[in-house]
Every structure is written in structure tokens, then in C-alpha cells.
């Protein structure tokens, strides 16, 4: 499936994490030259420090990172991990020598944001095999259309990850949030976190602990960027 409109130089851009990480670190290889990698091809901890402050990612603060590592490893940073492993999908770096370094396709996008986000955001949402991150062993059913298009609909407003369960796979929303951990985390990772990493949502937590609550919005970017078969049911927000 293509869901995306025409890349339009004009995007809403600032919520895309994933696009704001790929600028820094194609401008950090350009400016310092090619990433040394350890023997298991992870990015070495100089540039994983390097990145944690320069990224500035939400939930992924520096204090965050180091109150729980003494030292960073790649594995430490999962906008990191992730970034890596689509940059080499989306062959804008490859592996040489031991190091990461740009491809010619990185070079000509990084002044064309659009394009690039939207290369970035395929090879994010339906490309990349998020399983690795989740503690379940069984794959999370359906499809991009589908939940592409039923995010469509229940964000419209705002809607939380029980509510998405509850449309997608049946049940009420009070038994999912206290019973279907493993449903609702997997599809946080293979669905909601790229998306807000695309800069396709904004996620907004309320509470602490059991009490935590994660309401899902469509961010300006969604509209602009994608085309979906339900956008024709979509009514207009009231907003007071």
C-alpha cells in the first residue's frame, strides 16, 4: 500500500523525530566522517553519547539514559537502534570497514526534507521488523491499511491504546487495559511508537503507575501526508 500524498515541500515536519535524527547524524558523518562500529556492528558509544544529547528525544532524555547506564551502548538507545537499522533499509548508509557511512542517496535528500522523510517513514512503518522489541512471541494481526485507516477515524479527537484494541480485535476497553498487557504493548511498538516517531501522532500521558493513561492525537503532518479511504468519513473536530 502507498498511503502517502506527493511529497510536499511545504510538510509540517517539526513533530518527525526520526526525520530530525537522520539530519544530525547524516550532518555529523559529513562533518567528522564515518562512524566507527563495533565488532557486532552497533554504532560506538562516542557517537552514542554524541547522539542521546543531540537528539533530544522525548522519553529518551540524556538524564534519562544515564540514571539507568553508566555508559551507553546502542542497545541503550532505542531511537538509536531504530534509526540504524532504517538508515541501512532505506540505503542512505551502509556498513564499509567497520564504520557507517552515507550513501549518495543520503547526501542528495538531506536538502530535501520531504523526500526524505518519506523514504525514512516507509522503510519506519513497513519495512523495519519491530518484534525484536516486544516481549511477546506472536505477531500482532492486521495490517497498515487497516490500522492506518481505523487511527484515522478514532484519533480524529483522541483515543488511547485499550479503545484501539477494543475497535481492532474486540472486547471491552476496561478488561484490555487490565488484563491485555501483551496486546496493548505490542501494538505500541509495532504501530502507535513508529508513528509518533514519524511524527504521524503526538502521544500525551496523564498519571503515573497503574493510574497512567496514553492518549493518541493525529498530528497537522497526518492530513498533509497521507491520502486514506476514510477520509471520507471524517467529520469535522468542535473545538471549544
Not at 149 to 168: D, F, G, K, P, W
Request: proline share 6%; net charge neutral; hydrophobic share 40%.
Amino acid at each position: 500500500m502507498n498511503p502517502f500524498r506527493s511529497p510536499d515541500t511545504d510538510l509540517p515536519l517539526s513533530h518527525a523525530l526520526i526525520l530530525k535524527a537522520a539530519l544530525l547524524t547524516i550532518g555529523y558523518i559529513e562533518e567528522n566522517g564515518p562512524i566507527g562500529l563495533t565488532p557486532t556492528k552497533a554504532l560506538k558509544r562516542y557517537f552514542v553519547a554524541w547522539a542521546a544529547e543531540a537528539f533530544d528525544w522525548p522519553g529518551y532524555t540524556v538524564e534519562y539514559l544515564y540514571a539507568v547506564n553508566k555508559v551507553l551502548n546502542e542497545h541503550d538507545f532505542p531511537p538509536l537502534v531504530i534509526l540504524h537499522e532504517v538508515l541501512l533499509s532505506a540505503k542512505l548508509a551502509r556498513h564499509f570497514k567497520g564504520t557507517l557511512r552515507l550513501t549518495d542517496l543520503a547526501r542528495k535528500l538531506r536538502s530535501e526534507p520531504a523526500r526524505l522523510w518519506m523514504l525514512l517513514t516507509t522503510h519506519l512503518l513497513f519495512v523495519v521488523d519491530h518484534s525484536p522489541y516486544t516481549r511477546s512471541d506472536e505477531p500482532l494481526c492486521g495490517n497498515w491499511d487497516i490500522f492506518l485507516n481505523v487511527i484515522n477515524i478514532e484519533a480524529q479527537v483522541a483515543v488511547t491504546e485499550e479503545r484501539l484494541c477494543s475497535v481492532l480485535y474486540g472486547g471491552e476497553e476496561e478488561d484490555i487495559r487490565h488484563r491485555d498487557f501483551k496486546l496493548t504493548a505490542s501494538l505500541y511498538v509495532h504501530v502507535l511508537r513508529p508513528l509518533c516517531w514519524a511524527g504521524l501522532l503526538n502521544e500525551h500521558r496523564t498519571g503515573t503507575g497503574l493510574n497512567r493513561r496514553d492518549f493518541y492525537t493525529k498530528t497537522p503532518l497526518w492530513t498533509a501526508a497521507l491520502r486514506l479511504e476514510t477520509d471520507r468519513h471524517l467529520r469535522p473536530v468542535t473545538r471549544h
